[in-house]
């Protein structure tokens, strides 16, 4: 104020001068005049504001900084080296400022001052108005002096009845108020019957605060110690009500037993008994359900049941098989009722927390407020910690009651159910406190996997035993049947777990399993979906179907098809033969092959669309599917479930490649019989699965680990006695061979079909263990077509006939000739009765395009390595031998072609190129030689010896023999 007041007379000195130098006839003259040639720096107000800018924030703090101790720092504290002439920019720097600010804090005196002025008038007004007010005063007090002394007497009197009254007044109010609290007890118990805690708490508080203040009357101290007692009796009944929240929350009885902890000043208390209560809960509920299952299985025994251990009644002495599964599902639902009460009452603390922690951060100064924050803090924390808590016990009565029962004398189903819901309350734990449950997952492992050892080995046998009396006839399904239609993978249908992009890995989009799917979203937790009614254990009953995978008959709705095909042949059954011939050949005379065999190939595939599979084929179905839900509800031996699933594949792999593919040496034609990824895993199965037939005897004198081994493995399977491989005339078990492999076939694409499911549930270091599998095994399924219906192919025509008839031709003829050799008529018509017979079997079973086209490859590579065969066999040859030759081979590739719609012929080229190569020198055919290792050393021989060995020298031959001998040696 002085400093203000100091200025305001300077600037009227200024001013004064002011006006002592300003002419009359310059009204606005400035109050001082700078003078030009006096400033140190240019009177610029844009740089008067930048200097003002540059001033450092910390010259805005307090009075008691100090700014030449701050400068002189800056200089110390110079990275570089100081030099006057840096010293005194700085200076200049900082003068320029305190310039502009002593400037313009003038000009802001100045413009303030008429203000200044005006207030500085309106305080002397004031002190003016408080010396007469004070003037007022003094009178007042001179005037109420003289009313005092006049009537003090008068006035004593009235007071002192006054007071007299007042005391009168107070006494009767204290004896209202000692009534009032002689009758508070009648009114208390009212309160607790209505459970209105708070209340009651809050008038008996009152009655005491009251009793204290009366406490110099005697009737007062008997009431006292009665307001005590039963204080303490309120405490005790919250206690109980506190209790009864374990089992059944209700938010506002609960609201109730805090108000009034709170009000007793007792909330960490109350948290504490409230964990001792939930303990006592998991332990009476458990007790008590299996104890009324134990007591209602022992019937009318003498046995006092109370007075056990809660492990001993869970034995399976007590508890009877039957009621095993009802007694574990009703303890899971009176766990789950305690679980969820404790989730409902953290979730009641967290909204009250948050609605009370605005009002505590608007006073955070008040010891209240502090307290309340503290327990609230005590509160969240404790019950945090009491998650894991609660759910070890209930994870511990579960236990006992797991452990005490053999579980391997259960059915299937029974077991599944049970882990279903051992599964079902790990996932519920995982939610409540976000626990693994490893005590739990480690008391039923051992028994899962010993459970399912021996499950399996008996789904092994009875798997051999559907094998060996398999008939291979086909089961008639649905055109679009897939393994989610089978009752067992209906898991699959309600989860959608299978994701859409599983869809691609089905060959067919018709039998696409994806769309059978019910996509949805994730589901929300079990506390919210169940946390205010229901519950997760109950039995829902799903609505369900049933299976409806058969066909209703053979032909489905292809059969339409085929009769029109029908009604088609029968509009031209009047029509004379010779108008329904293409051309009649005029060299030969014969009528060539009517290109009907594709329309007929396709009226016979009435099952064309409809997967092909067999009854033991579903029934390893149906086993996958179990097998999954094993899985699901039990992951830690999934990786154990998920070999066992490839040794079910591995089994029927080696059953049909046994049966239908080991009935010809298959040695001369590796190349194109079994690849060598096939030949490794029919190996490893053999090593590994497959119990040889000389160990299937036990002996005592085998070690116990040869014993152990025995019992992982199966028998080798034989073939049903029912199914004909020999017959002629059904193509030596033709349809029985399609129905085995493409049974084959279909199982491994529904293998790949679950390969994403087996991925996500099995460790993630096993997952190397499942793609080797279906890199090495699934992927092998089709190529086990090449092998079984090449002993069809190899069968159905008597190629050793041909090479005879071959063999009786001459082909050192001196004549081009114009006609083909008799043989090729005669393996043209065994392929064209080998045609009849395809078409006349795939009138019965469907014959898939992959069939037809592996049968035709087969049947055109034996004629065509039966030609070569045949030609390395001749003797003698002559240049217009070798036209024959090249004759016979093109009526066999035109009336070939006629006779299937296989592009290109396979192994032509390797008939062409040996043809020619009878035209070739002898410094080509070494070369040739070399290059060509596809034939063997025979083939090569008659080449040599027919082809350019005829006109050349002995050792120009005998050099050809050496190369050919070492072609062999390199083959080996």
Same mark, same amino acid.
């Given at each position: 104020?002085?400093?203000?007041?100091?200025?305001?007379?300077?600037k009227?000195k200024?001013?004064q001068v002011?006006?002592?130098?300003?002419s009359?006839?310059?009204?606005d003259?400035?109050?001082y005049?700078?003078k030009?040639?006096?400033?140190?720096?240019?009177?610029?107000p844009?740089?008067?504001q930048?200097?003002?800018?540059?001033?450092?924030?910390?010259?805005?703090?307090d009075?008691?900084?100090?700014?030449?101790?701050?400068e002189?720092q800056?200089?110390?504290?110079a990275?570089?080296?100081?030099?006057?002439?840096?010293?005194?920019?700085?200076?200049?720097r900082?003068?320029?400022q305190?310039?502009?600010?002593?400037?313009?804090?003038?000009?802001?005196?100045?413009?303030?001052?008429?203000?200044y002025?005006?207030?500085?008038? =309106? &305080?002397?007004?004031l002190?003016?108005?408080?010396?007469?007010a004070?003037?007022?005063c003094?009178n007042?007090?001179?005037?109420?002096?003289i009313?005092?002394?006049?009537?003090t007497?008068?006035?004593?009197g009235?007071?002192?009845?006054?007071?007299?009254?007042?005391?009168?007044l107070?006494?009767m109010n *204290?004896?209202?108020?000692?009534?009032?609290?002689?009758?508070t007890?009648?009114?208390? =118990?009212e309160m607790?019957?209505?459970?209105?805690?708070p209340?009651?708490?809050?008038?008996?508080?009152?009655c005491q605060?009251?009793?204290?203040?009366?406490?110099?009357?005697s009737c007062?101290?008997?009431?006292?110690s009665?307001?005590?007692?039963?204080?303490?009796?309120?405490?005790?009944?919250?206690?109980?009500?506190?209790?009864?929240?374990?089992? *059944?929350?209700d938010? +506002?009885?609960?609201?109730?037993?805090?108000t009034a902890y709170?009000?007793?000043?007792?909330?960490?208390?109350?948290?504490?008994?409230?964990?001792?209560?939930y303990?006592?809960?998991?332990?009476n509920?458990?007790?008590?359900?299996? /104890?009324?299952y134990?007591e209602l299985?022992?019937?009318?025994?003498d046995?006092?049941?109370?007075?056990?251990?809660y492990?001993?009644?869970?034995?399976?002495?007590?508890?009877?098989?039957?009621s095993y599964?009802?007694?574990?599902?009703d303890?899971?639902?009176? /766990?789950?009722?305690?679980?969820n009460?404790?989730?409902?009452?953290?979730?009641?603390?967290?909204?009250?927390?948050?609605?009370?922690?605005?009002a505590?951060?608007?006073?955070?100064?008040?010891?209240?407020?502090?307290e309340?924050?503290?327990n609230?803090?005590?509160?969240?924390?404790?019950?945090?910690?009491?998650?894991?808590?609660i759910?070890?016990?209930?994870?511990q009565?579960v236990?006992?009651?797991l452990?005490?029962?053999?579980?391997?004398?259960?059915?299937?189903d029974?077991?599944?159910?049970?882990?279903?819901?051992?599964?079902?309350?790990m996932?519920?734990g995982e939610?409540?406190?976000?626990?693994?449950s490893?005590?739990?997952?480690? %008391?039923?492992?051992?028994?899962?996997?010993?459970?399912?050892?021996?499950y399996?080995?008996?789904?092994?046998?009875?798997?051999?035993?559907?094998l060996?009396?398999?008939?291979?006839e086909?089961?008639?399904?649905?055109?679009?049947?897939?393994?989610l239609?089978?009752? #067992?993978f209906?898991?699959?249908?309600r989860?959608?777990?299978?994701?859409k992009?599983?869809s691609t890995?089905?060959a067919?989009?018709?039998?696409?399993?994806?769309?059978?799917?019910?996509?949805?979203? *994730?589901?929300?937790?079990?506390?919210?979906?169940?946390?205010?009614?229901?519950?997760p254990?109950?039995?829902h009953q799903?609505?369900?179907?049933?299976?409806?995978?058969?066909?209703?008959?053979g032909?489905?709705?292809?059969e339409?098809?085929?009769? @029109?095909?029908?009604?088609d042949?029968?509009d031209? %059954?009047?029509?004379p033969e010779?108008?329904k011939?293409?051309?009649v050949d005029?060299?030969?005379?014969?009528?060539?092959v009517?290109r009907?065999?594709k329309k007929?190939?396709?009226?016979?595939?009435?099952?064309?669309?409809?997967?092909?599979l067999?009854?033991t084929?579903?029934?390893?179905?149906?086993?996958?599917?179990?097998?999954?839900?094993?899985?699901? &509800?039990l992951k830690?031996?999934a990786?154990?479930?998920?070999?066992?699933?490839s040794q079910?594949f591995?089994?029927?792999?080696?059953?049909?490649?046994?049966?239908?593919?080991?009935d010809l040496?298959?040695?001369?034609a590796?190349?194109?019989?079994?690849?060598?990824?096939?030949?490794t895993?029919l190996?490893?199965i053999?090593?590994?699965?497959?119990?040889?037939?000389?160990?299937?005897?036990?002996? /005592?004198?085998?070690?116990v680990?040869?014993?152990e081994?025995?019992?992982?493995?199966?028998?080798?399977?034989?073939v049903?006695?029912?199914?004909?491989?020999t017959g002629n005339?059904?193509?030596?078990?033709?349809a029985?061979?399609?129905?085995?492999?493409?049974?084959?076939v279909?199982?491994?694409?529904q293998f790949e079909f679950?390969?994403?499911?087996?991925?996500?549930v099995?460790?993630? +270091?096993?997952?190397?263990?499942?793609?080797?599998?279906?890199?090495?095994t699934i992927?092998?399924?089709s190529e086990?077509?090449?092998p079984?219906?090449r002993?069809?192919?190899?069968? %159905?025509?008597v190629?050793?006939?041909?090479?005879?008839?071959?063999a @009786?031709?001459?082909w050192?003829i001196?004549?081009?000739?114009?006609?083909h050799s008799?043989?090729?008529?005669?393996l043209?018509?065994?392929?064209?009765v080998?045609?009849?017979?395809?078409?006349?079997?795939?009138?019965h079973?469907?014959?898939?395009q992959?069939?037809?086209?592996?049968?035709?490859?087969?049947?055109?590579?034996?004629? @065509?390595?039966?030609?070569v065969e045949?030609?390395?066999s001749?003797?003698?040859c002559? @240049?217009?031998?070798r036209?024959?030759?090249?004759?016979?081979?093109q009526?066999?590739?035109?009336?070939?072609?006629k006779?299937?719609?296989?592009r290109?012929?396979?192994?032509r080229?390797?008939?062409?190129?040996?043809?020619? +190569?009878?035209?070739l020198?002898d +410094?080509?055919m #070494?070369?040739?030689?070399?290059?060509?290792?596809?034939y063997?050393?025979?083939?090569?021989?008659g080449?040599?010896m027919?082809g350019?060995?005829?006109?050349?020298?002995?050792?120009?031959?005998?050099?050809?023999?050496a190369?050919?001998?070492?072609?062999?040696?390199?083959k080996?």
């Open positions: 104020m002085k400093k203000l007041k100091s200025l305001v007379a300077l009227d200024l001013q002011g006006d002592d130098d300003r009359p006839t310059s009204p003259r400035p109050l005049i700078y030009e040639e006096e400033r140190e720096f240019p009177n610029d844009l740089a008067d930048e200097a003002i800018d540059s001033i450092e924030e910390v010259y805005y703090s009075d008691s900084w100090d700014p030449s101790k701050h002189l800056k200089l110390k504290d990275p570089e080296k100081l030099s006057l002439e840096d010293i005194d920019k700085d200076r200049n900082l003068r320029r305190l310039a502009a600010v002593s400037k313009k804090v003038s000009e802001l005196v100045l413009e303030n001052h008429p203000a002025a005006q207030e500085l008038q =309106r &305080v002397m007004d002190e003016t108005a408080l010396q007469g004070n003037v007022i003094i007042g007090r001179r005037h109420l002096e009313a005092k002394q006049g009537f007497t008068a006035s004593l009235l007071l002192a009845n006054q007071r007299k009254r007042s005391q009168l107070g006494l *204290s004896l209202r108020t000692i009534k009032t609290l002689q009758r007890d009648v009114r208390l =118990r607790l019957e209505e459970e209105d805690y209340g009651a708490i809050q008038l008996c508080l009152e605060k009251a009793a204290s203040i009366f406490r110099h009357y007062i101290s008997d009431l006292s009665k307001l005590q007692d039963t204080l303490e009796m309120i405490e005790e009944q919250l206690d109980v009500a506190l209790s009864k929240t374990c089992n *059944s929350f938010a +506002a009885h609960y609201e109730k037993v805090q709170r009000l007793l000043g007792k909330t960490q208390t109350a948290m504490d008994q409230l964990h001792m209560h303990a006592s809960a998991i332990h509920t458990a007790f008590q359900i299996v /104890l009324g134990v299985c022992s019937g009318t025994g046995t006092n049941f109370q007075k056990m251990q492990k001993d009644l869970c034995t399976d002495k007590h508890i009877i098989t039957d599964i009802p007694c574990l599902m303890l899971c639902k009176a /766990l789950w009722g305690v679980m009460s404790y989730h409902k009452t953290m979730q009641w603390h967290e909204v009250y927390d948050s609605t009370n922690q605005e505590a951060e608007s006073d955070a100064t008040s010891s209240i407020n502090i309340a924050t503290f609230q803090r005590y509160v969240k924390q404790k019950l945090e910690h009491g998650l894991a808590r759910w070890q016990d209930v994870q009565k236990k006992l009651y452990l005490g029962t053999d579980l391997s004398v259960f059915k299937f029974d077991f599944l159910h049970v882990l279903d819901l051992v599964n079902k309350l996932l519920i939610e409540f406190c976000n626990s693994k490893e005590g739990l997952q480690d %008391s039923i492992r051992k028994q899962s996997i010993n459970y399912f050892k021996n399996h080995r008996s789904r092994m046998d009875e798997l051999r035993m559907f060996e009396n398999e008939a291979w086909l089961c008639p399904v649905k055109s679009n049947f897939t393994i239609n089978l009752q #067992e209906k898991f699959l249908r989860s959608g777990l299978v994701q992009k599983l890995s089905m067919s989009p018709q039998s696409s399993p994806a769309k059978h799917l019910e996509h949805k979203d *994730s589901p929300q937790g079990f506390f919210v979906r169940y946390g205010d009614h229901g519950n254990f109950d039995v799903d609505e369900d179907d049933g299976e409806d995978v058969m066909a209703t008959n032909y489905d709705e292809e339409k098809e085929h009769n @029109n095909y029908a009604d042949d029968s031209d %059954s009047d029509v010779e108008l011939q293409d051309y005029e060299k030969t005379g014969e009528a060539p009517r009907d065999s007929k190939y396709d009226k016979s595939r009435k099952f064309s669309n409809a997967p092909i067999t009854n084929t579903l029934n390893v179905l149906r086993l996958f599917g179990k097998y999954m839900q094993m899985m699901t &509800v830690p031996i990786f154990d479930v998920v070999i066992c699933m079910l591995d089994y029927y792999l080696f059953s049909v490649y046994s049966f239908f593919a080991t040496d298959m040695s001369a590796a190349d194109w019989g079994l690849s060598n990824k096939l030949k895993t190996k490893r053999n090593d590994n699965l497959i119990l040889p037939e000389d160990s299937m005897m036990p002996s /005592l004198q085998q070690p680990q040869q014993v081994d025995r019992k992982d493995k199966v028998p080798f399977p034989h049903s006695p029912v199914v004909d491989l005339q059904n193509l030596y078990g033709l029985e061979r399609v129905v085995a492999t493409e049974s084959l279909f199982l491994a694409e679950l390969q994403p499911q087996l991925e996500s099995i460790p993630p +270091a096993k997952k190397a263990f499942l793609q080797q599998f279906y890199s090495q992927s092998t399924a086990l077509r090449r079984v219906y002993v069809v192919a190899a069968k %159905s025509v190629y050793d006939h041909i090479l005879q008839l071959m @009786n031709v001459k050192d001196k004549d081009i000739m114009s006609q008799s043989y090729v008529d005669m043209l018509r065994d392929l064209q080998f045609s009849n017979k395809l078409d006349q079997v795939g009138r079973v469907p014959i898939p992959p069939v037809y086209n592996v049968l035709w490859e087969h049947c055109i590579r034996l004629a @065509n390595r039966t030609f045949g030609f390395a001749a003797k003698k002559s @240049n217009e031998g036209a024959l030759m090249q004759l016979d081979f009526q066999f590739l035109m009336k070939l072609e006779l299937t719609d296989l290109p012929i396979p192994d080229e390797f008939v062409e190129v040996y043809v020619k +190569a009878y035209y020198t +410094a080509d #070494e070369r040739w030689i070399r290059d060509h290792r596809e063997s050393t025979k083939q090569l021989t080449l040599v027919c350019v060995g005829s006109h050349i020298n002995k050792k120009a031959r005998q050099r050809l023999l190369t050919i001998e070492d072609v062999e040696k390199l080996r």
